[in-house]
């Protein structure tokens, strides 16, 4: 086994499949987890091992699910208690794309997002600030989304539209800060990888000429980093893409390589991330210095986990994984099982703010830019 297969089985990519997914009943509550918490010891798991004649007994991957998820409740189990945290405070959300508000799917250009998920965010949008920050170009997750009330933050939060905020004093003192950004109409964009540019064409031309002859290998470019996917590769030939695409990064000593859901990603190597972008979101819309916000972020992958260390060190907020397996090494606190109850869970996020806000303007609710009302 290569190392690229070693990684792609350790880091847990298998998808689960629609039948496993009957299996895992969607979670109701914390308590129901803490009560078959109980049922989780070794003699019960070797029971269920043995009792093949029971179609109705868990099979152990649930079981390891199950056991997972008690130490990262559902989102929707544990909604009511969320939100009592949240009573006078102001919500942000932020949301990855692929594999949060769509499925994960083998042609990564049709990852649309279904329309009930469309009408979901733009409803969630609609009571707090949202943005949605993916891997993809700004661009083409905009096309996905196509929705005008959420902010857009693409290539890993490397790409970054949002309304113009009044210029601090540290802006001016940041060079960085300051030369990567740039006015666009009423909007401003902010893009700190901007210098990497030239060399990224560079890469996505020898990656589309070295991969041209990989079967499945399919080269995406987003931008301000390139994507080598390789979910429709043949599994003998993944050392081999992994070599070539090594051989083109070693190249470039300012990028690096990094591995997510069946895809390679080549990124330049500079101090901004996902956590980065929800930060910068944050401070641009006027939050930064409010003690009073929760930062709640969805995500499925392992870029998303930058986000979730943010908020964790933060110390307010809720950093939500979509995993249908054990994520043991997870900065989340909370899970949902797949899109479907991402779904379910925005409807429920929108359905509540709606009912709790019926004596409060949105105006006050919103309180995006520089003058925040005091009470929502
Ligand atoms: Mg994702």
Not at 42 to 55: E, G, K, V
Not at 152 to 169: E, K, Q, T
Not at 248 to 272: A, C, D, N, Q
Request: with cysteine; hydrophobic share 35%; aromatic share 8%.
């Amino acid at each position: 086994m290569t190392n690229f297969a070693r990684l792609n089985q350790a880091m847990g990519l298998q998808r689960s499949s629609a039948s496993s997914k009957q299996k895992v009943q969607p979670m109701t509550g914390v308590v129901k987890n803490d009560e078959n918490s109980g049922d989780l010891s070794l003699a019960s798991i070797t029971s269920d091992l043995h009792d093949i004649s029971n179609p109705n007994k868990p099979i152990p991957s649930d079981l390891a699910y199950n056991s997972w998820v008690v130490e990262h409740p559902s989102a929707l189990g544990s909604f009511d208690r969320m939100m009592k945290a949240a009573k006078w405070k102001r919500i942000v959300v932020f949301l990855d794309y692929d594999g949060t508000l769509s499925p994960i799917v083998d042609d990564p250009d049709r990852a649309f997002m279904s329309d009930e998920m469309r009408a979901a965010v733009r409803e969630v949008a609609k009571y707090f600030p949202t943005a949605v920050i993916s891997g993809r170009s700004r661009d083409k997750v905009k096309e996905f989304v196509q929705l005008s009330n959420v902010y857009y933050a693409g290539s890993h939060g490397m790409d970054i539209m949002v309304p113009p905020r009044p210029l601090r004093p540290c802006d001016a003192n940041n060079h960085t800060t300051a030369s990567a950004m740039d006015i666009k109409g009423s909007d401003v964009l902010f893009q700190p990888a901007k210098r990497f540019l030239p060399a990224i064409q560079e890469i996505r031309t020898l990656l589309e000429e070295i991969t041209r002859k990989v079967e499945g290998a399919r080269v995406e470019d987003n931008r301000f980093c390139i994507s080598v996917h390789f979910r429709k590769v043949r599994e003998e030939d993944y050392g081999m893409l992994e070599e070539k695409v090594k051989s083109v990064v070693g190249k470039y000593p300012e990028f690096h390589l990094t591995l997510g859901k069946k895809v390679l990603e080549i990124r330049p190597s500079i101090e901004w991330n996902k956590g980065h972008a929800l930060e910068y979101l944050l401070d641009t819309l006027g939050f930064s210095n409010s003690s009073d916000v929760l930062p709640l972020y969805i995500g499925d992958d392992r870029t998303d986990e930058d986000a979730f260390k943010v908020i964790r060190s933060r110390g307010q907020g809720f950093p939500i994984i979509v995993s249908s397996t054990p994520k043991e090494d997870t900065k989340a606190c909370y899970s949902l099982h797949d899109p479907s109850e991402v779904l379910t869970f925005l409807l429920r996020l929108a359905r509540w703010r709606k009912a709790s806000s019926s004596s409060r303007s949105l105006a006050q609710i919103w309180c995006v830019g520089s003058n925040l009302p005091r009470s929502v």
